[in-house]
């Protein structure tokens, strides 16, 4: 057994690990970083393409915080949200200190708040709280990625130590006290790590279908949702979140916090898109922004389709669905349309004013990709038999939607008469939708200090959490509409790089 000292150990080499090393390793202290995969970059492969700062302004900082709790329906743990809000206005300053410019700011004022779409579209007003700095990648990569190697080598700088391919097997601790942790090394040798204390940065549980299972109700099998899968993730491919750093504090009496999925309605593959969700093989991903008839699994329809392109709402309305799974159904005059007059919805990420050779998009996926969440039929009757969806149900929904299309008014749901397009003429085309998401996010339960806390609510000394794993508090429980974002990863990487630093200090 190999063993080192420090002063603080940290698990994770994402975007609130590094933060938080860097941070400690700027305070003077001894920093010793574990990372299970052989580079630094955790959760950045969850796509972050901006980060989100409340402005150091007491009112604005008010304002952000109500919204964000509001929006929870005060579900989510004040004092978390509270120091993540009030910590987020030094990002930028930190990201422009690691010597890295922004692509571009979008700044609003204090009466948009809770006003606009979140992060500027595609997600919940609720969301929207302060200013969105827009990260510069290289290539076709993201800034986030750009960050983390940037954070990496700044604490190296530092003196700190980055340990590649150690995965983290388990905390030590002593009475009411962690005291360092347990990690295998590239060899397979078994490091004993001595520090006076340990920052959980681990990610989430996104890569784990037993964990999903267990502490969501979703099956996960992979991102074509092949044999049964009824979710799946915008993630590239090998990031590891397996949920260690939950199991690692579970373990040795941490509470349990929030879990769970949030984010996209999304096509499951094969053939949609390529390892990250803005590099699209086909238009699938633009469809499915459309405000036209959605029905579930016995063919009807669950909400008002107008909020398409709000994620967050449909991610959740779909979760409540029979099988989790729902349907985008439309037919040959509504594929003209999106032809020749062009979209209802247009999502940045996913550009596009018209969509062009649908027909030849879907034989391309069924025929060619073997997709198998692609339908066209020539019949409403074919399309059922092929999707599964009940032939009866559909039916009788399809007579009652156009008869709203018909007259102008959506009797059921409201929804905006500019968005009521008939189903009538074949062919009939159908996209099946899950749930997906950035990430599994959450359990581990911290205080606003972000320390990890027992089941009776009393901290732990000397162990800390941030970033995805601990986010849960975040966004209440179950978390209500919310997903692993950088801002809260920088916020907490600052506070529990300064708490445990100052803690070390106290021994």
């Given at each position: 057994?190999?063993?080192?000292?420090?002063?603080?150990?940290?698990?994770?080499?994402?975007?609130?690990?590094?933060?938080?090393?860097?941070?400690?390793?700027?305070?003077?202290?001894?920093?010793?970083?574990?990372?299970?995969?052989?580079?630094?970059?955790?959760?950045?492969?969850?796509?972050?393409?901006?980060?989100?700062?409340?402005?150091?302004?007491?009112?604005?900082?008010?304002?952000?915080?109500?919204?964000?709790?509001?929006?929870?329906?005060?579900?989510?743990?004040?004092?978390?949200?509270?120091?993540?809000?009030?910590?987020?206005?030094?990002?930028?300053?930190?990201?422009?200190?690691?010597?890295?410019?922004?692509?571009?700011?979008?700044?609003?004022?204090?009466?948009?708040?809770?006003?606009?779409?979140?992060?500027?579209?595609?997600?919940?007003?609720?969301?929207?709280?302060?200013?969105?700095?827009?990260?510069?990648?290289?290539?076709?990569?993201?800034?986030?990625?750009?960050?983390?190697?940037?954070?990496?080598?700044?604490?190296?700088?530092?003196?700190?130590?980055?340990?590649?391919?150690?995965?983290?097997?388990?905390?030590?601790?002593?009475?009411?006290?962690?005291?360092?942790?347990?990690?295998?090394?590239?060899?397979?040798?078994?490091?004993?790590?001595?520090?006076?204390?340990?920052?959980?940065?681990?990610?989430?549980?996104?890569?784990?279908?037993?964990?999903?299972?267990?502490?969501?109700?979703?099956?996960?099998?992979?991102?074509?949702?092949?044999?049964?899968?009824?979710?799946?993730?915008?993630?590239?491919?090998?990031?590891?979140?397996?949920?260690?750093?939950?199991?690692?504090?579970?373990?040795?009496?941490?509470?349990?916090?929030?879990?769970?999925?949030?984010?996209?309605?999304?096509?499951p593959g094969p053939g949609i898109i390529g390892h990250t969700p803005w590099i699209m093989k086909n238009q699938m991903r633009i469809i499915q922004e459309q405000p036209y008839l959605w029905v579930?699994?016995?063919?009807?329809?669950?909400?008002?389709?107008?909020?398409?392109?709000?994620?967050?709402?449909?991610?959740?309305?779909?979760?409540?669905?029979?099988?989790?799974?729902?349907?985008?159904?439309?037919?040959?005059?509504?594929?003209?349309?999106?032809?020749?007059?062009?979209?209802?919805?247009?999502?940045?990420?996913?550009?596009?004013?018209?969509?062009?050779?649908?027909?030849?998009?879907?034989?391309?996926?069924?025929?060619?990709?073997?997709?198998?969440?692609?339908?066209?039929?020539?019949?409403?009757?074919?399309?059922?038999?092929?999707?599964?969806?009940?032939?009866?149900?559909?039916?009788?929904?399809?007579?009652?939607?156009?008869?709203?299309?018909?007259?102008?008014?959506?009797?059921?749901?409201?929804?905006?008469?500019?968005?009521?397009?008939?189903?009538?003429?074949?062919?009939?085309?159908?996209?099946?939708?899950?749930?997906?998401?950035?990430?599994?996010?959450?359990?581990?339960?911290?205080?606003g200090k972000c320390q990890v806390v027992d089941d009776d609510y009393r901290p732990i000394k000397g162990l800390y959490a941030a970033g995805d794993c601990a986010a849960g508090e975040i966004w209440g429980n179950p978390p209500t509409g919310g997903i692993g974002v950088t801002?809260?990863?920088?916020?907490?990487?600052?506070?529990?790089?300064?708490?445990?630093?100052?803690?070390?200090?106290?021994?």
């Open positions: 057994m190999k063993t080192i000292t420090t002063d603080i150990a940290i698990m994770g080499s994402g975007l609130a690990g590094l933060t938080a090393a860097v941070k400690a390793a700027e305070a003077g202290a001894g920093v010793a970083v574990f990372e299970k995969r052989p580079f630094q970059g955790g959760g950045v492969s969850n796509t972050p393409m901006m980060t989100l700062a409340v402005r150091d302004d007491q009112e604005y900082k008010d304002k952000a915080f109500k919204v964000h709790m509001e929006y929870t329906n005060y579900s989510a743990d004040a004092a978390v949200v509270r120091s993540w809000i009030d910590n987020s206005s030094h990002i930028p300053e930190f990201i422009n200190g690691l010597g890295i410019d922004f692509l571009h700011v979008m700044k609003f004022d204090l009466e948009t708040l809770g006003q606009l779409p979140g992060y500027s579209a595609g997600f919940p007003k609720g969301m929207h709280l302060g200013d969105y700095y827009f990260l510069k990648g290289q290539g076709k990569g993201h800034g986030a990625a750009v960050i983390c190697k940037r954070m990496a080598d700044t604490v190296e700088k530092l003196g700190g130590e980055l340990y590649f391919s150690c995965p983290v097997k388990g905390l030590i601790r002593e009475g009411d006290k962690v005291v360092g942790l347990v990690a295998t090394d590239k060899d397979g040798e078994e490091l004993r790590v001595s520090a006076k204390a340990v920052v959980i940065a681990s990610g989430g549980f996104s890569d784990n279908p037993g964990m999903i299972k267990e502490f969501t109700g979703f099956t996960y099998t992979n991102n074509n949702c092949d044999d049964g899968g009824n979710v799946l993730f915008n993630t590239f491919p090998g990031a590891r979140m397996t949920g260690d750093g939950q199991r690692a504090v579970w373990e040795i009496g941490g509470a349990q916090g929030s879990m769970g999925i949030n984010g996209h309605n999304l096509v579930n699994q016995r063919g009807e329809r669950f909400i008002d389709e107008g909020i398409s392109n709000n994620h967050m709402a449909m991610g959740t309305s779909i979760a409540r669905q029979p099988d989790k799974c729902s349907y985008i159904v439309f037919d040959e005059a509504t594929k003209r349309h999106m032809e020749q007059e062009g979209l209802e919805y247009i999502y940045f990420i996913f550009p596009a004013e018209k969509l062009t050779d649908v027909s030849g998009q879907f034989e391309h996926l069924i025929d060619v990709v073997g997709n198998k969440h692609a339908f066209v039929a020539d019949t409403v009757e074919d399309l059922c038999a092929e999707t599964g969806i009940d032939a009866a149900g559909l039916t009788r929904t399809l007579d009652a939607y156009n008869d709203y299309c018909d007259k102008g008014h959506d009797d059921q749901f409201a929804k905006d008469p500019a968005f009521l397009r008939p189903v009538r003429e074949p062919k009939f085309y159908a996209l099946r939708c899950f749930c997906g998401g950035y990430q599994a996010l959450g359990g581990i339960k911290v205080n801002t809260i990863c920088f916020s907490q990487g600052f506070i529990t790089g300064r708490e445990a630093v100052e803690y070390a200090k106290s021994l």
